[in-house]
């Protein structure tokens, strides 16, 4: 266990105390909770006896008489703790003991009590018996407050995704945004099942990783001692079930990718998708806007939502802009019937970086990605890909060099993805054996695998249909105005926690001031520090042994750089 702080080791001593006055800090009874602090407050009746806990986030103790504030997972709710109502007899030990020296921020305590207004006008609860439900042995970093200024506020990321549970009770506005997570969820499985279609569930360990172009977890099934994959997408397994004869299949998946993590990538995420039998993707581009419509109403109560400086507007129906004139717009460009070498070549004219394992769609996806797709802020279908950068989608009908295929933009940024689905099992076949030697020449984003049972599938025949896949964590960082996706997520991925090293208090100042700035000169940092010469060696042996921080140096000097 890591070294405890004077606080942590006094709260060790009040449970002690606790336990030796005969209180279990941690009793398993059921605590019959009668009311929330919202319906405190919102069927507020002036004397109305009420049983209500959470945990305890302010105390002032006034002698006799204290106020205190209860946090719920409704909101807060003030109580008033008298001496006297606590202990109506001579045995004032709950008040004077449990109550003000041996309970703390964030324990958790039941209390039963009458409703009543103070003298300036809040609702409160005055408390006639209170019960300690769970005692915090851990400080909450709660912000301090002086002269109406916040400070110490609990805002550092790594901190707060490594400490979610801490996160959400200090911050209530984190909270909501995983509470329109759900209605976003909800609402879009309600929009499907009124729709008449059907929820179903596909495996997360796969014998081949199909329906996308990525990067695989790979375990170990030992029983079967063959090698399994997470899953990368559920694409085709939910088609199997559009040959098995479901007419409407969707689901919430979770999905596994090997991949970088940046702002808008986590290696696991959840993406939802939905086929229907007898649709095309221009009957998808509707019922797609449409969805969203739905969606943004329900989570925000308006079809727009504010993204950075951006206000997106949900509201149907949507531009729709075809892939080549998108590229003709912004580079000046016409793809249509040029070969793999012109491409390349326009590619490098207009400064994208590519290389020679890029075959046709790779190119053209690389020049769509780095001239066109930034410029595309409200929701834009762009339609009809090159048939090379879509390998499960159906031949245009109108041109057998383009495929149906949208996918749809937002602030420059793919949410949704759809297609008129290929269920020509012989085009299919060929279409992988062509990706195949798109691996092999060196395309990472290629698939190398050849999924045998989904071609015998198609062969017993698979009805025209339409699939579309949204990427959930993507679409609610825009309903919730978050940029960062480990915003939206309860746990993302971390790198390994470092152990906490115990630093001199001059170590700590000097760390504080390198993880403002990263990197400092030397002579600067140690001004800034206000250290004698003698404290200041010490400090940084002290940060550069724990491998905190590193002296480097360079042509224009000596520099220190915290080691991340």
Excluded at 57 to 80: N, P, R, T
Excluded at 142 to 160: C, I, Q, S, Y
Excluded at 309 to 329: G, L, Q
Aim: glycine share 6%.
């Amino acid at each position: 266990m890591s070294q405890l702080s004077e606080q942590e080791l006094v709260r060790r001593e009040k449970l002690a105390k606790l336990r030796e006055l005969g209180i279990n800090p941690y009793p398993a009874d059921l605590y019959p909770v009668n009311h929330t602090s919202r319906e405190v407050k919102n069927d507020f009746e002036e004397g109305k006896e009420v049983v209500i806990a959470g945990r305890l986030m302010l105390i002032k103790v006034q002698g006799k008489a204290s106020f205190a504030q209860l946090q719920d997972a409704e909101g807060k709710i003030q109580v008033y703790f008298n001496r006297d109502e606590i202990c109506p007899g001579d045995d004032k030990v709950k008040y004077n003991e449990v109550f003000k020296k041996l309970l703390d921020f964030g324990d958790f305590v039941g209390i039963e009590g009458e409703l009543f207004t103070t003298k300036v006008g809040e609702k409160s609860v005055r408390v006639k018996d209170f019960t300690l439900l769970s005692k915090a042995l851990k400080p909450l970093p709660l912000p301090k407050e002086k002269d109406g200024v916040v400070f110490d506020a609990f805002t550092d990321p790594e901190h707060r995704y490594r400490q979610r549970y801490a996160d959400l009770v200090v911050n209530p506005h984190v909270k909501d945004v995983f509470i329109k997570r759900t209605k976003l969820f909800n609402a879009m499985r309600s929009f499907f099942n009124n729709s008449g279609y059907f929820e179903v569930e596909t495996p997360v360990l796969q014998p081949i990783p199909g329906g996308a172009a990525a990067r695989p977890f790979v375990t170990h099934h030992n029983s079967l001692d063959i090698p399994l994959y997470m899953r990368i997408a559920n694409e085709l397994y939910l088609k199997r079930l559009i040959v098995g004869g479901f007419d409407g299949v969707y689901e919430f998946s979770k999905n596994f990718r090997n991949e970088g993590m940046d702002r808008t990538h986590n290696p696991e995420f959840t993406a939802m998708e939905i086929y229907v039998a007898y649709k095309d993707y221009n009957w998808m581009m509707d019922f797609c806007e449409r969805l969203l419509e739905y969606c943004a109403m329900v989570v925000n109560e308006s079809t727009v939502a504010k993204f950075g400086e951006h206000e997106i507007n949900f509201k149907a129906p949507y531009a729709r802009v075809t892939m080549a004139d998108s590229i003709k717009e912004f580079t000046g460009f016409d793809i249509t019937g040029k070969t793999e070498d012109e491409i390349r070549q326009a590619a490098k004219d207009l400064g994208v970086e590519v290389d020679e394992t890029m075959g046709k769609g790779k190119l053209i996806d690389e020049i769509f990605g780095e001239k066109c797709e930034g410029n595309y802020i409200q929701p834009t279908f762009i339609t009809d890909y090159p048939k090379e950068m879509s390998p499960l989608c159906k031949e245009h009908r109108d041109n057998p060099e383009l495929t149906e295929r949208f996918e749809l933009m937002v602030c420059g940024k793919e949410i949704a993805n759809a297609y008129s689905e290929l269920n020509d099992p012989i085009d299919q076949r060929e279409r992988f054996e062509h990706q195949l030697k798109l691996a092999a020449k060196g395309d990472d984003e290629a698939t190398e695998f050849i999924d045998h049972d989904f071609l015998r599938a198609l062969e017993y025949g698979m009805p025209p249909t339409s699939g579309m896949g949204i990427g959930m964590d993507r679409l609610i960082m825009f309903l919730t105005n978050n940029q960062s996706i480990q915003e939206v997520l309860f746990f993302p991925q971390m790198r390994p926690e470092k152990k906490a090293v115990p630093l001199s208090d001059e170590g700590k100042a000097v760390l504080d001031l390198l993880k403002k700035a990263e990197k400092l000169a030397l002579t600067d940092l140690k001004t800034q520090s206000g250290l004698s010469n003698k404290k200041w060696d010490k400090t940084i042996k002290e940060l550069t042994k724990h491998n905190l921080a590193k002296v480097e140096k360079t042509d224009d000097g000596l520099f220190v750089a915290v080691i991340a």
